[in-house]
């Protein structure tokens, strides 16, 4: 792959990072809109909280592997320059 196209890799890598903290954040606002109340719902909100952790784990992971990608790309680069 090409400096460019590893550049492209970690934009895409870090956009999606970010989509996943979008989406675990709004799994914990929706779920707790929802007018329910029983041992079920207390147990399905717990649930939506324990996701939120985890597409933040997962996100992060994400911008860490773009970060590496950069950093591969920049030394392709330094390596190319004379």
């Known amino acids: 792959m090409t400096a460019e196209e590893l550049r492209a890799l970690a934009k895409s890598l870090h956009n999606r990072a970010r989509d996943l903290e979008y989406v675990g954040g709004q799994l ?11 041992a079920k719902a207390d147990r399905f909100r717990g649930a939506m909280d324990a996701r939120k952790t985890e ?13 590496w990608v950069l950093a591969q790309a920049n030394a392709q680069d330094a390596a190319a320059t004379p």
Do not use: D, P, S, Y
């Open 28 to 38: 914990v606002q929706q779920a707790g809109k929802a007018h329910w109340t029983c």
């Open 55 to 67: 597409t933040h784990r997962l996100a992060k992971e994400l911008n860490e592997l773009a970060h």
